[in-house]
């Protein structure tokens, strides 16, 4: 072997080193994890349980930085410009990574080309509910006397191309009854006015209901998720009336594109023992979030997968935003 030889080898050597040896001094500062929704809400919540759990595993800090703006699209735009080392990372919703592509002309930012997936975190429906002086009680009840209602029902959302508005657009076309869409800014606006009697009806993450629901202050009619939540074990889940409909909004945790993989498979590994844990559990069922497991392979599929699958449906509805 020649001496260039050598050193090429020893170049090779050190160059396949470097990433693993950088991966296992990870995480040598705090780690921020960009959360492009307001603070109390649903990806808010499990963000800071998420980060509590991380800090004690890994004896760093992982801190939960709120920038939001745009349906969660100026958050995640920062992020995707941020450096690829592992020292900021996303953790954001499915109705921004897959939704929003769709119903903005521009996102300022790549949902599969600018993030490395790294673990599915938690999924929850969203919940039909009502004032509790609506006249229907049981979901059944409520597509009868939509269909006989001259004029259509209004439901109140978290704004346009929201999954929330999709949702009422899905249960119109499928129940075969025709609702009228009321966009707030947000669903703690949306779900005011729904307490305070001036519309009668919202779609709104479990999380941000399920103290009305359970405090008497609103009704829940249905559940959006393919069977019923172990939250609300009494509420039934739409499809059980209305065949094939569902649509949950998951929570995922991604890096920047091009953070070195060792990192990302860490991350994906302590993310799953951090959701698996016992008080992680408890929390989690306390907001009516289900946990979820897999690693960058599963968060990639349910990306992919509901990018074609909403694509469609913001085209059917008209949702358009500049």
């Known amino acids: 072997m020649t001496m260039l030889t050598k050193r090429d080898f020893c170049l090779a050597t050190l160059a396949a080193a470097l990433p693993n040896a950088f991966a296992q001094a990870w995480p040598a500062k705090p780690v921020t994890i960009l959360v492009p929704q307001a603070p109390g809400g649903t990806n808010d919540a499990v963000g800071r349980i998420l980060a509590q759990k991380l800090s004690e595993r890994l004896g760093q800090s992982f801190v939960v930085d709120n920038r939001v703006g745009a349906g969660g699209n100026i ?19 499915s109705s921004t990574q897959a939704i929003n592509p769709a119903l903005y002309k521009t996102t300022g930012f790549d949902p599969v080309k600018d993030f490395d997936p790294i673990a599915p975190v938690g999924v929850v429906p969203n919940v039909l509910v009502v004032n509790p002086s609506f006249p229907a009680t049981t979901l059944q009840a409520f597509i009868a006397d939509a269909k006989a209602q001259k004029q259509p029902y209004m439901y109140a959302s978290a704004g346009n191309g929201s999954l929330n508005h999709l949702l009422g657009e899905m249960l119109s076309r499928a129940a075969g009854i025709k609702l009228e869409h009321v966009p707030y800014k947000g669903v703690a606006p949306a779900l005011n006015d729904v ?31 393919p069977r019923r939540s172990p939250a609300l074990p009494d509420v039934p889940a739409i499809g059980e009336l209305v065949p094939g409909f569902a649509g949950e909004l998951w929570v995922g945790l991604f890096a920047v594109a091009g953070t070195p993989p060792a990192i990302v498979e860490r991350l994906a590994s302590e993310v799953a023992a951090a959701v698996g844990a016992a008080d992680t559990l408890e929390r989690f069922a306390a907001l009516g979030v289900e946990p979820l497991r897999g690693g960058p392979v599963q968060l990639a599929a349910m990306v992919r997968d509901d990018i074609a699958r909403w694509a469609p449906i913001v085209k059917a509805s008209g949702a358009q935003v500049d």
């Open 75 to 93: 958050g995640t735009a920062i992020a995707a410009k941020a450096p690829k080392d592992g020292y900021t990372l996303l953790l954001t919703i």
């Open 195 to 225: 307490l305070g009697g001036q519309i009668p009806m919202a779609f709104a993450s479990l999380p941000s209901c399920i103290g009305h629901v359970r405090a008497g202050k609103l009704r829940a009619l249905g559940v959006s998720s």
